[in-house]
């Protein structure tokens, strides 16, 4: 452990290729989770299959890429398609745990995402994929960085979906309803919105949000059957680290992420790179946790 | 009665019905003329791909004995069957299969699961019930030092996977002048048991020659990232990378390797062809190293199929879709001709006897040699080392079989 830092004390440079894939991977994981943080937000649903959205979405980008179509174009349609699975999803189960306690609704997301891995993996067995993008890579001071194209592409595209989900909340007017639905149903009720459909809406965007992130990391990383649940896990870091509807924080809090997880697997060794992930949240539960106290102290 | 109640009861009548018929006798082992061989290995779940490899080169094993006459015990020929159970890629599940395969099937010989995390779950009811099982895909060598009597396996344990290349390692080094003691090696395994034993037989090898380890990380089950590794690569520049995490592993690997420019004179990992990184990453594999238990262009020879490049024709043309034969299929046939082999020898259905005949198998197959040790491994067949060159895979060591010569350094 100790030589690894030392290494990184004497090549600098090492450090700009970690935080870049950090920022890259990052970018990614701070998508998905503002799709979570949205669900969770308006809907007040904790969404298990989060991660297993993400993978489906992956292996639509990756199934028509075998098709000869880019995956980058491939990403719209996941987006899409992802939207309408969404919605399919949110008639057959969302809406009848919707107003249940909480653990229906985690029971009812953790036995979608189970169903999920099980008929990814009878579709297209358990092999790795991947989604070639075939662009170029380029190299940095003497080959110790290098950054692929596609994840620079990645990267302003998980920013540019980012900031028309942000504009489509701030100034549309379904993005009002959501938002006043996020505040309050019955007072929406109330005022005309039909806020099941706004539910169905937020959760099919989610599933969009999730489509696309998908598509990137099948492009930029690797995706398999059984790989939702980190996802799922790193969105729920995410956003319990930056707090519901915080989009700085989500930002934020997902590059963290991904600079954390390259680091710690750097220094102390890949086994321990998902480790960093669980710790994390441990530690940031255990923050928010003394953070509350001392606002309930406060209050008194 | 309501009817809730009748159908309760008749659940009740039902499922009372269905537990007799289940410990209704059990059918004999050798059923008329045809001695019935079990199975649980994985149809679905994560195993599966290689599952299915695993029985297409049973059934093709058990095809090719019948249609040469079936086995001879006692004068008589018999046919061979196989009853197969989807183990869903679970250990536990395999466990309990195996315990319906003998008591309510009565099956007395066994085939292997597929994978060795099943294969250590099945051992141990083998024992108990002292059923022999050839075995063809359980490569873990902590399933022959238990002191197990009833596992035989036709594959090579999976300490040696990689440990050939450390010897081409240090053979390269002494060529150009070096110590071998200088080579330095970088590590990433997968922290599961059969990664962790080629990780064993690479140490072991690497004391032999005195190498140093720069690298030693244990890769995550699932990994979909070796950036943090690969970086510490590219700062350390190793002489040898050598990586072993299944298929996923590999793809990650040849992805980011590709990705990141890594330059290392010497790349070797497992599963390089279940990754299918040559069609997934095209030029860019070139010049890595890949074990293999065996390949079609061995010169290896035996009765039922001929030499290795016949069974591997017969198989395209008896399974469509296959663009290359898994060896996952070939040392799956091997277990079959095994067993003819066994029954023959001994000349009885007495699994006690056919057991015996087992420890003293000495046969030379289209799959290599096979031999078992006392701990059940077969220690007649090495493993040999293919190297990917433009996108062929041809073998390069240990030289008594290499058919090329190995590219060093890689480009």
């Known amino acids: 452990m100790l030589d690894n830092i030392y290494l990184l004390i004497q090549a600098p440079l090492l450090n700009v290729q970690i935080l870049l894939d950090g920022l890259f991977v990052g970018s990614i994981f701070a998508l998905a989770a503002y799709g979570l943080a949205l669900v969770w937000g308006v809907m007040n649903v904790k969404n298990l299959a989060q991660g297993d959205f993400v993978i489906m979405g992956g292996y639509t ?23 309408g699975f969404g919605w399919v999803v949110y008639v057959v189960i969302i809406r009848r745990v919707i107003d249940k306690d909480m ?47 596609i994840k620079f592409i990645s990267l302003l595209l998980a920013a540019g979906l980012a ?16 938002r006043a639905t996020a505040q309050d149903a019955r007072a929406a009720k109330v005022m005309g919105i039909d806020t099941d459909r706004i539910y169905a809406f937020t959760f099919s965007l989610n599933a969009a949000i999730c489509g696309a992130a998908g598509a990137l990391i099948s492009m930029i990383w690797v995706i398999q059957p059984f790989f939702g649940i980190g996802h799922s896990i790193r969105s729920f870091v995410v956003v319990t ?15 963290s992420l991904g600079g954390a997880e390259l680091y710690s697997g750097f220094v102390f060794g890949a086994e321990l790179q998902q480790f960093s992930v669980v710790a994390l949240l441990v530690i940031v539960l255990a923050v928010r946790q003394v953070q509350q106290r001392r606002h309930r102290q406060a209050v008194k | ?35 019935v061989l079990g199975s649980a290995i994985s149809f679905t779940g994560k195993y599966s791909t290689n599952g299915i490899h695993a029985k297409n080169g049973y ?29 869903e890629s679970t250990p536990l599940r395999t466990a309990q299969l195996a315990e319906r395969l003998i008591k309510q099937d009565g099956v007395k010989y066994f085939l292997g699961p597929y994978s060795s995390a099943t294969t250590k779950a099945l051992a141990p009811i083998t024992e108990k019930y002292k059923i022999p099982m050839v075995e063809a895909e359980g490569a873990s060598r902590s399933l022959f030092n238990k002191g197990y009597k009833y596992i035989f396996a036709v594959l090579s344990t999976s300490e040696q996977y990689l440990a050939s290349s450390i010897a081409l390692a240090a053979e390269i080094a002494k060529k150009n002048g070096k110590d071998p003691s200088s080579v330095k090696v970088a590590m990433a395994f997968e922290n599961d048991p059969f990664s962790l034993d080629v990780r064993a037989g690479v140490l072991d090898d690497m004391k032999k020659f005195g190498m140093k380890a720069v690298i030693d990380d244990k890769l995550p089950r699932d990994l979909s990232d070796m950036a943090a590794t690969l970086t510490k690569v590219k700062a350390l520049r190793p002489d040898l990378l050598v990586i072993s995490g299944h298929s996923k592993g590999a793809a990650t690997a040849a992805r980011q390797i590709a990705e990141m420019k ?45 030499t290795a490049g016949e069974y591997d024709k017969l198989f395209k043309k008896t399974f469509k879709g296959y663009k290359n034969v898994p060896y996952q299929s070939a040392q799956a046939t091997a277990a079959v001709l095994v067993w003819k082999d066994a029954f023959e020898r001994a000349n009885s259905f007495d699994t006690e006897k056919v057991r015996v005949a087992l420890t003293k198998t000495n046969m030379k197959t289209f799959y290599g040699n096979i031999k078992f040790s006392k701990g059940g491994n077969n220690i007649a067949k090495p493993m040999v080392l293919r190297q990917i060159q433009n996108g062929e895979f041809n073998v390069v060591a240990p030289s008594e079989w290499a058919s090329h010569k190995v590219n060093w350094p890689r480009k």
């Open chain 1, 163 to 178: 900031a028309m989900v942000v504009g489509f909340m701030k100034f549309s007017r379904m993005g009002q309803a959501i």
């Open chain 1, 241 to 255: 680290a930056a707090g519901l509807g915080n989009l700085p924080g989500v930002i934020i809090a997902g590059l």
């Open chain 2, 262 to 306: 890594i330059k290392v004179p010497m790349i070797a990992m497992t599963h390089c062809e279940a990754a299918k990184i040559v069609q997934k990453f095209g030029a860019s594999t070139n010049d890595y190293l890949c074990p293999t238990q065996w390949a079609e262009t061995l010169s290896y020879k035996g009765a039922a199929f001929g």
């Open chain 1, 61 to 83: 980008a990756w199934l028509l890429s075998t098709w000869g179509i880019h995956p980058i174009f491939g990403l719209p349609i996941a987006m899409v398609l992802m939207f």
């Open chain 2, 59 to 87: 059934n093709l094993g058990v095809k090719r004995i019948n249609e040469m006459g079936g086995v001879k015990v006692g004068g008589k020929a018999y046919k061979l069957k196989i009853i197969y159970y989807d183990d």
């Open chain 2, 1 to 35: 009665m309501t009817v809730s109640t009748m159908f309760l009861r008749g659940l009740t009548f039902g499922v009372a019905a269905a537990g007799l018929i289940a410990v209704a006798p059990a059918q004999a082992k050798v059923e008329g003329n045809t001695i």
């Open chain 1, 103 to 149: 653990f229906t609704s985690l029971l009812a997301t953790f036995g979608l995402a189970l169903v999920i891995q099980q008929l990814l993996n009878l579709a297209f067995g358990p092999e790795v994929q991947v989604a070639e993008s075939h662009f170029a890579i380029n190299s940095f001071f003497d080959g110790l960085v290098t950054v692929a194209n």
